[in-house]
């Protein structure tokens, strides 16, 4: 009997389903949907990832009369994309293919059972498929066991399955923290000997599993995976260095504790997650001792910004997540000045520094804070509320969202007579100041300090 949570699978699949059975060929269900409908995870509007025995020409014909649209820019590789009703859904011939050692392109070869096909995944527990009509279970590999002990295995030896695509190495860290599975010894075995392989992926490839991985609820053990493993030496070795470094004002064993145990406090944003990844790299580089043995990292926010910048262009990052990220890293520290006081300008420099990451610079502040000591990490909050009150506090009194001079660029020269140039910006960063430093003057009153401040520079033989 088909369980109900899967009914809505039977009914979405069976035209499809029925035109291949029609056609003399098999159809099944594989990929994640499989592992989630095992776990009563199934979302309803995930993707739908097909593999039949039916060749690409085949797959075509079979799928054109009910098809909205087909595309066969995958034909070569055996994929054939078609929308049906609102899904999109690939449907691909079983593959057998196998990477060359020194290549990032699998040798595509066709297969004729889906246990063939299922073999080449990357793991036991997405090894499943699921076949059409009736959604009966196909697991050669015992994927299901694997679901129940909380295991993570490969369906053929480790070292063949990371030498077809070492990215599963990557991948591999995701599903440890994802799905709480526990790697058996081969696979980390595996991941040590060949890690070096992972140079023939592309660095957008594993731009786009770390982001996976960063943003599961509890990253941290597969964050634990890839530094034991030695497999973050291979593109982002600025996370295992922390590990050298002693932190004394959060007294962790190491920075690198620290890091995971911040990315892990955060909301899973993934850019948010990406600065607290990278919030201390700059400590190694900055760490000085004093007197009595003390440690300190002095300027380790700025340092950190510019590694950060540097590893993210190296992983192929767009450039607005490296200006969010960089940014969020160097800011991280600003908040601390608070404790001795804020006064209103500091606080309008404050938002007008952070601009649209105000929210996420104070989560981020927030959630550095790792310290067990339980007096020191309730005064941090409250510093925070605090300051979170004045920012909402000057919000309902002025436009802190928009800080900018009380008179535009026209309104200078109108008033001073002089053209576009150098002294009109000049003249806006001065109002600028006077915002920060006083709030809104008014027009009137911004005249009148802009008359002074260009009287002054005449005078002074400067304007």
């Known amino acids: 009997m088909i369980p109900e949570r899967l009914q809505p699978l039977v009914t979405e699949t069976a035209p499809l389903a029925a035109r291949f059975e029609a056609a003399g060929r098999r159809l099944y269900l594989v990929g994640g949907v499989v592992r989630d409908a095992v776990l009563g995870r199934l979302d309803p509007d995930g993707d739908l990832d097909f593999t039949t025995d039916a060749t690409p020409d085949e797959i075509e014909r079979i799928v054109a009369p009910v098809a909205a649209a087909v595309w066969t820019q995958g034909k070569r590789f055996g994929t054939i994309g078609l929308r049906l009703g609102e899904r999109t859904l690939e449907i691909t011939t079983h593959r057998a293919e196998a990477y060359h050692p020194d290549s990032r392109k699998p040798d595509v070869v066709f297969a004729d059972a889906v246990e063939a096909d299922l073999s080449r995944r990357d793991f036991t527990v997405n090894a499943m498929a699921l076949a059409l009509p009736g959604l009966q279970l196909v697991d050669p590999f015992d994927g299901v066991d694997d679901l129940a002990a909380g295991r993570l295995r490969t369906p053929l030896d480790p070292e063949v399955s990371f030498t077809d695509d070492p990215l599963r190495m990557l991948r591999a860290a995701r599903f440890i923290a994802g799905y709480g599975l526990t790697p058996d010894q081969a696979l980390v075995d595996a991941v040590v000997t060949l890690r070096s392989r992972l140079d023939i992926v592309s660095d957008e490839r594993i731009r786009d599993e770390l982001d996976k991985l960063v943003v599961v609820p509890r990253p941290g053990e597969g964050l634990w995976f890839l530094v034991r493993t030695g497999l973050a030496e291979e593109f982002l070795p600025e996370l295992p260095a922390l590990a050298l470094e002693q932190d004394p004002i959060h007294r962790h064993k190491d920075v690198l504790a620290h890091t995971i145990a911040v990315v892990e406090k955060t909301s899973p944003d993934r850019l948010l997650r990406l600065a607290a990844l990278f919030h201390d790299i700059g400590k190694p580089k900055t760490r000085s001792f004093g007197p009595r043995g003390t440690v300190s990292f002095h300027h380790h926010e700025v340092v950190g910004a510019r590694m950060t910048r540097d590893r993210m262009r190296a992983l192929r990052y767009p450039n607005d997540d490296v200006d969010t990220v960089s940014r969020l890293v160097e800011l991280h520290l600003r908040f601390h000045t608070y404790r001795m006081g804020w006064n209103d300008s500091a606080v309008r420099r404050y938002v007008r520094d952070a601009g649209p990451l105000l929210d996420r610079l104070n989560e981020l502040t927030r959630c550095d804070c790792t310290t067990r000591n339980a007096a020191k990490a309730a005064a941090l909050s409250r510093r925070m509320d605090e ?77």
């Open 387 to 463: 300051l979170e009150a004045r920012i909402g506090e000057l919000r309902e009194r002025e436009e802190l969202a928009a800080l900018r001079p009380d008179l535009d660029g026209v309104a200078v020269m109108a008033r001073l007579g002089v053209p576009p140039g150098r002294v009109v910006g000049e003249a806006l960063a001065y109002l600028l100041e006077l915002r920060l430093e006083e709030g809104p003057l008014g027009e009137e009153e911004a005249g009148r300090r802009l008359d002074a401040w260009w009287a002054a520079r005449q005078a002074s033989g400067s304007g």
